[in-house]
């Protein structure tokens, strides 16, 4: 169910130009729908939006607590505030401090995202992909590549100092230590004070304009399969 919807949902985009507003737009239809799915229906149809699976894929943060492995960060948080041993895994390393493992997991989103608009060649089934998607025609896979890098390219931080926007960092820097003020770091829909926490909001934002410019390159291809089955009923 949800797949159809998608595939409804972003049938009148078209793959020329893939503008970043499109593709942003896309994603807050996408995201909106796949939340209304999600309130009403079972798991399994919420689980089949393509944002929600892509997200899935993303690096984390696990826990081994007192010797037991775990995926729960409040039950890490609860066992560290009773005393009880806890390591964090980023990235199949076990790290014991718990600032040191939030970084490690920004570097590792940040890796991951930026691999991603890249092409990688299947010796076992021919294919190339661009992320998790295999395409056939290694032609088509960096054409498909190229415009998810444009994508995550185009996105970019404002940096708010006093009510002032400024696209620069060190101009936003400055301003701010003149004026004793924050630095308030804005992309797409997230706010934050906090330079690592940008960091990420950054990585995801650049990952989910990836996908979804993908997901708009495909869609119209996708809805063409229907509407051929119905003409023939």
Do not use: W
Not at 14 to 39: D, H, M, P
Request: proline content about 2%; aromatic content about 6%; glycine content about 4%.
């Amino acid at each position: 169910m949800m797949k159809k919807l998608t595939i409804t949902l972003l049938s009148g985009l078209t793959f020329a130009g893939l503008s970043v507003a499109g593709a942003e737009e896309a994603a807050k239809k996408c995201e909106k729908e796949c939340k209304k799915e999600c309130e009403t229906t079972k798991a399994s149809d919420c689980a089949s939006c393509p944002l929600t699976k892509a997200m899935a894929d993303l690096p984390k943060i696990s826990y081994v607590i007192a010797g037991e492995a775990s995926a729960c960060a409040a039950s890490a948080t609860a066992a560290a505030e009773a005393g009880k041993e806890v390591k964090y895994v980023v990235a199949g390393k076990e790290l014991c401090c718990p600032t040191a493992a939030k970084y490690a997991h920004v570097e590792a989103v940040e890796e991951f995202v930026a691999s991603f608009a890249s092409t990688h060649a299947c010796s076992d089934s021919g294919k190339t992909f661009v992320g998790n998607k295999g395409y056939d025609c290694s032609q088509h896979a960096s054409t498909m590549a190229a415009a998810a890098k444009k994508a995550m390219d185009d996105v970019k931080t404002v940096y708010v100092v006093a009510g002032k926007e400024f696209c620069c960092a060190s101009t936003a820097s400055e301003t701010a230590k003149n004026d004793n003020a924050k630095v308030t770091y804005v992309v797409a829909d997230q706010k934050t004070e906090c330079a690592q926490t940008n960091r990420m909001n950054v990585a995801i934002a650049k990952y989910k304009a990836a996908i979804q410019c993908l997901i708009q390159a495909e869609a119209p291809v996708q809805a063409e399969a229907p509407a051929a089955e119905a003409s023939k009923s």
